[in-house]
C-alpha cells in the first residue's frame, strides 16, 4: 500500500539557517503531494502541494518539488525564522489507490528554531 | 481561514465515563474525518463520512463511534473511556472538488484517569 516516510526529528536549527525536510513516498499510482504544518496548540494547516510529476509547491518561503524519479518531496526554506517553528507532515493522496482521495500522513517532523 | 470548530479543547475524565467529543464546520464540506494523534505526533485515521448518513472506519481501529445527522457535525463517542484512550483527536472536512486538502479543527487533548 501507499506510505511516506520523512526525516526524524526534531530538526533544530538557528534564525536565518537553511532548512531541508526529507520526505520520500511510495504510491501504486500517480499521487499528489502535500506539506502540512501543526502549530503549537493547533490543528494541521495545509501549507503546499504539487499535483505531478515535477511540479514545485511553495507557500510563505518553503517549497517543495515533486521528483518522481526519487519518489521524493523534499520541504526547503532558505531562511527559518522562530514562528516556523512546528511540526510539519508529508503526505499523500493517491486517487486511484483502494483509499481513493484519503490522505496518508508520515510520522512527521519536529522543527524547532531558536533565535 | 478554515471554519471547523473542535469542544471541547481539553478534557481530563475518569475510566467508565461516556463522553462527546463535538466537531462542527460552516463550510458546507461533504466529507469529515477523524483522526487520533499519538504522542509520537503520528496521525491514524479512526472514522470518516462521506456525507449526512454516512459514516465508515478508517485504518486504526477504535472503540469510538460516529455520527453524522447533520452535514455540519460530527460527532465521535465513547461509551465507556479507558486510559487507553488519552490521546489527542483531530476533526477534519473537505469538500468534493478538493478533497485531498482537509482542513483541520485544533483539537481535544482527552486524558482518562
Not at chain 1, 19 to 47: D, H, K, M, R
Not at chain 1, 51 to 62: L, P, Q
Not at chain 2, 13 to 18: A, D
Not at chain 2, 73 to 94: D, G, I, K
Request: charged share 20%.
Amino acid at each position: 500500500g501507499d506510505s511516506v516516510t520523512q526525516m526524524e526529528g526534531p530538526v533544530t536549527l538557528s534564525e536565518e539557517a537553511f532548512l531541508t525536510i526529507n520526505c520520500t513516498y511510495t504510491a501504486t499510482g500517480y499521487p499528489s503531494l502535500f506539506w502540512y504544518v501543526q502549530y503549537p496548540g493547533e490543528g494541521l494547516q495545509l501549507l503546499l502541494k504539487a499535483t505531478k510529476a515535477d511540479d514545485k509547491g511553495s507557500n510563505k518561503g518553503f517549497e517543495a518539488t515533486y521528483r518522481k524519479e526519487t519518489t521524493s518531496f523534499h520541504l526547503e526554506k532558505g531562511s527559518v525564522q522562530v514562528s516556523d517553528s512546528a511540526v510539519y507532515f508529508c503526505a499523500l493522496s493517491d486517487r486511484h489507490s483502494n483509499a481513493g482521495n484519503m490522505l496518508t500522513f508520515g510520522g512527521g517532523t519536529r522543527l524547532m528554531v531558536k533565535p | 481561514e478554515a471554519d471547523i470548530y473542535q469542544t471541547p479543547r481539553y478534557l481530563v475524565i475518569g475510566t467508565g465515563k461516556k463522553i462527546t467529543l463535538e466537531c462542527s464546520q460552516t463550510m458546507g464540506h461533504d466529507k469529515m474525518y477523524w483522526y487520533q494523534q499519538d504522542p509520537g505526533m503520528e496521525l491514524h485515521l479512526i472514522h470518516y463520512s462521506y456525507g449526512v448518513n454516512s459514516t465508515e472506519k478508517g485504518d486504526l481501529s477504535s472503540e469510538s463511534t460516529v455520527s453524522r445527522i447533520r452535514t455540519e457535525h460530527f460527532p465521535l463517542t465513547l461509551e465507556s473511556a479507558r486510559p487507553s484512550h488519552t490521546s489527542q483527536y483531530l476533526c477534519a472536512s473537505s469538500d468534493w472538488a478538493r478533497e485531498d486538502e482537509q482542513y483541520f479543527g485544533p483539537g481535544t487533548r482527552l486524558t482518562v484517569t
